[in-house]
């Protein structure tokens, strides 16, 4: 029982080597005229990143604070398709079809 219990613990210890995303913490200096606040500063950030292809769908849904879902949903109010793909890839996908 113990030998099992000690193997799982090493499993987990290794998959959470891989899941656990480090994040940098980051201090903006924004007029006080603007009207955001850090969720939604966080959200703008991160569906700009998620559009240019440098976060995926769950590191952007991270980064903004929301689940996969919810950050999917609300990606058309800041004009971002979740379909995030280039065109090139579209006319492949249509030539193979």
């Known amino acids: 029982?113990?030998?099992?219990?000690?193997?799982?613990s090493k499993l987990c210890a290794h998959l959470e080597k891989y899941y656990i995303r480090a994040m940098k913490t980051l201090t903006l200096n924004i007029p006080d005229s603007l009207d955001v606040d850090n969720?939604?500063?966080a959200m703008l950030v991160s569906t700009r990143?998620?559009?240019?292809?440098?976060?995926?769908?769950?590191?952007?849904?991270?980064v903004a604070g929301l689940t996969k879902r919810?950050?999917?949903?609300?990606l058309g109010r800041y004009g971002v398709s979740i379909f995030n793909f280039?065109?090139?890839?579209?006319?492949?996908d249509v030539a193979n079809a």
Do not use: H, I, N, V
């Open 39 to 41: 969720r939604g500063l």
């Open 1 to 8: 029982m113990c030998e099992r219990l000690l193997k799982r």
């Open 70 to 74: 919810t950050f999917a949903e609300l």
């Open 86 to 92: 280039p065109a090139t890839d579209l006319s492949t």
């Open 49 to 62: 990143l998620y559009e240019q292809g440098k976060l995926s769908l769950g590191e952007a849904a991270d």
